[in-house]
């Protein structure tokens, strides 16, 4: 492990210092002690799903964040907000990025950092990467040079000092084992420069205007005071001006954080993972590279769904309930909807992200529907603070809203966002599930008569198909979330409708649009009846995505018999035939065009159509192929045979 090269560092160093005068040498050997003793403690964690013993190696699940030090503009914030997949982690890539090694540099000026804000969302790691900071220093891979002591202050233990109302001074505060305390009151005294405080959670605090408003005024770090008191001299550098800060926050409590720290000081932000730290988690997760690439295709496949893998909470979520899936049958072990992991994402925030919450949850989640329904009818994703506070009584302490400031001509405006634009259709949906909002589903259906395939209320309904299957309703019962089963029977209703009516559309967005409603409500038997009301499924330039190809495969493998499948102009690759192999196979009647196939794709296109069948050639176009076929008559090239 990482840590180990950190003792072996600190022997060898122990080894050069024995000529050294006595108390340096003691005092070297107490550090080293409290790096062996930081490793014990912060080497593992325990997930959500932990029980007792059931310790996970840090090193074995942390993975860098992308964290970039530039405030967005309203037009990035909106495209962060709407984009999906692939594209919003290129809009993120494309910002100035750092890593926590270059926290203290010399900013543009030249001057020295002395504090740093590190923002972040709820469930976008930045305890982890408190814990990992910690770890890395006592390991000896991180800040050697620059500091011999790093503090760690946890503010949710901080919130139980204050409840005690004791008198404490710095080192009372930060001692972790009372062994230390004379090391740590020493190097406070001799080298505060060289001491770094990392404060965790600054939003959790539950005594922040205590602190702004403190009476009590702390002016030495060793004579016992208000834990507010104190907090609040060693923010503002009234105490221990030479050490060094590092703050983590969620972005609600920035604003009232940074008025407070010391200066210089630098803002970062973590946006949670990259593309690549989406890859690399997964592959520490699952450990084996197999299933950790078949865990990511799928994920990869659901737009919606890898975008919000961004946020690691739910990276881990996906990669937790994949595992379990695989212990239950490793043949069939696929990815839950897109809505119920965003209802374990839910409920993970309620549990472990909401203390101190001023509202009962039941409340809280009814004043986020209100918000969300009002940001899908103007369409709108961007919300002043008066319109937040006109539902939400303090959206400050709520884990899935982000708060920021906007320039605004010669001014800075309060915004609000939720995390994403799918949560906020999300959360609509939770919002229609509720008894007293029946009407409204019916009201919000009705509003679809002429398909449109840029509507905003489309996911809306795709949720609320995804709210209504079995599974997901027992979930959210368990959870105490609102949800209503007779809400199932008019989407129902209502979908078969909409299908009897396309069978004879031109529009085959709306199609896919049926056939994604079908896939979020995850029911076989009610897929199977649905899919049987057609007769032919035809798709005609339109591009099917990987996300649609997984989707449509999972409805036709729900389907006895496939009478006709037509896929013309719709960008089917090979990959994206493998994709569909289990349901091209079993087509009594197929065409298609496949792009980019090369000779060595020609097996797999075989091995798809299946056996008996004549290939023969069409078109001249290598790159291009036009398939068909009818009984045992496949069209493609000259000389093959699936025979």
């Not at 309203?74 to 962060?80: I, V």
């Not at 975008?307 to 490793?330: G, Y």
């Not at 634009?421 to 009705?446: H, I």
């Not at 905003?456 to 019962?477: A, C, R, T, W």
Request: hydrophobic share 35%; charged share 25%; net charge negative.
């Amino acid at each position: 492990m990482v840590w180990k090269k950190g003792e072996r560092a600190c022997e060898t160093f122990l080894s050069l210092l024995k000529d050294v005068e006595p108390g340096v040498y003691d005092q070297h050997q107490m550090i080293h002690n409290l790096k062996e003793w930081i490793c014990s403690q912060y080497k593992t964690v325990q997930e959500y799903t932990s029980r007792i013993g059931e310790d996970v190696l840090l090193t074995d699940r942390y993975t860098d964040l992308l964290i970039v030090q530039q405030h967005r503009k309203q037009k990035e914030k909106e495209e962060e907000i709407r984009f999906r997949g692939a594209s919003l982690f290129s809009v993120r890539e494309a910002y100035q990025s750092t890593t926590v090694d270059q926290f203290f540099s010399p900013n543009d000026r030249g001057d020295i950092t002395k504090a740093v804000i590190l923002q972040g969302h709820s469930g976008h790691g930045k305890s982890f990467m408190a814990q990992k900071i910690m770890l890395d220093w006592a390991s000896g891979n991180l800040y050697q040079d620059r500091f011999e002591l790093i503090l760690h202050l946890r503010c949710k233990e901080l919130n139980q000092v204050s409840r005690e109302r004791n008198d404490r001074c710095v080192v009372d505060l930060v001692s972790y084992n009372k062994t230390f305390t004379p090391l740590i009151s020493q190097k406070l005294k001799d080298s505060p420069q060289k001491v770094l405080f990392l404060v965790d959670g600054f939003d959790e605090l539950r005594f922040t205007n205590e602190i702004n408003d403190s009476l009590v005024i702390c002016q030495d770090p060793f004579t016992p005071a208000p834990v507010e008191a104190i907090l609040s001299a060693l923010l503002k550098g009234t105490i221990l001006d030479d050490c060094f800060l590092l703050v983590t926050t969620r972005p609600t409590a920035a604003d009232t954080l940074s008025k407070l720290l010391k200066h210089p000081l630098r803002f970062t932000e973590t946006l949670g993972f990259s593309e690549k730290g989406v890859q690399e988690y997964f592959q520490r997760f699952c450990q084996d590279q197999q299933v950790a690439e078949k865990a990511l295709r799928s994920v990869k496949a659901t737009g919606t769904l890898f975008s919000s893998c961004s946020i690691p909470v739910i990276c881990w979520i996906v990669c937790t309930v994949f595992r379990e899936q695989l212990k239950e049958n490793a043949e069939m072990a696929e990815l839950e909807t897109t809505t119920s992991i965003f209802v374990h994402f839910v409920s993970t925030l309620l549990e472990h992200h909401c203390q101190g919450l001023s509202q009962p949850v039941p409340t809280l989640l009814r004043s986020l529907g209100q918000l969300a329904e009002r940001g899908m009818l103007e369409q709108q994703v961007l919300f002043e603070k008066g319109s937040v506070l006109s539902t939400v009584s303090d959206p400050a302490s709520v884990p899935f809203l982000c708060k920021f400031l906007l320039k605004k001509k010669v001014c800075l405006e309060e915004m609000f966002s939720f995390m994403h634009l799918s949560f906020q259709e999300f959360f609509t949906a939770l919002y229609y599930t509720s008894d007293q909002n029946e009407e409204k589903v019916k009201e919000l259906l009705g509003s679809v008569k002429e398909y449109d395939g840029k509507s905003y209320v489309l996911p809306v309904i795709q949720f609320l198909f995804g709210l209504s299957n079995k599974e997901v309703v027992q979930d959210l019962k368990k959870h105490e979330l609102p949800s209503t089963p007779s809400i199932r029977e008019k989407l129902e209703m209502w979908i078969l409708e909409l299908i009897e009516k396309s069978k004879d559309s031109k529009k085959r967005n709306e199609l896919l649009f049926i056939l994604h409603c079908l896939y979020e409500l995850h029911e076989e038997e009610f897929v199977r009846r649905a899919m049987e009301v057609w007769g032919k499924i035809t798709f005609a330039s339109i591009p099917l995505t990987t996300t649609d190809c997984s989707v449509l495969l999972y409805c036709l493998q729900r389907c006895p018999t496939i009478r006709s499948l037509e896929l013309w102009e719709c960008n089917i690759t090979a990959e994206k035939l493998r994709m569909l192999q289990p349901a091209l196979s079993r087509c009594e009647e197929l065409g298609l065009v496949v792009e980019e196939l090369s000779d060595a794709d020609v097996n797999d296109l075989i091995s798809a159509l299946g056996k008996g069948k004549i290939l023969s050639g069409l078109g001249t176009n290598q790159t291009r192929h036009d398939i068909s076929i009818n009984g045992t008559q496949t069209i493609l090239r000259p000389g093959y045979s699936s025979s």
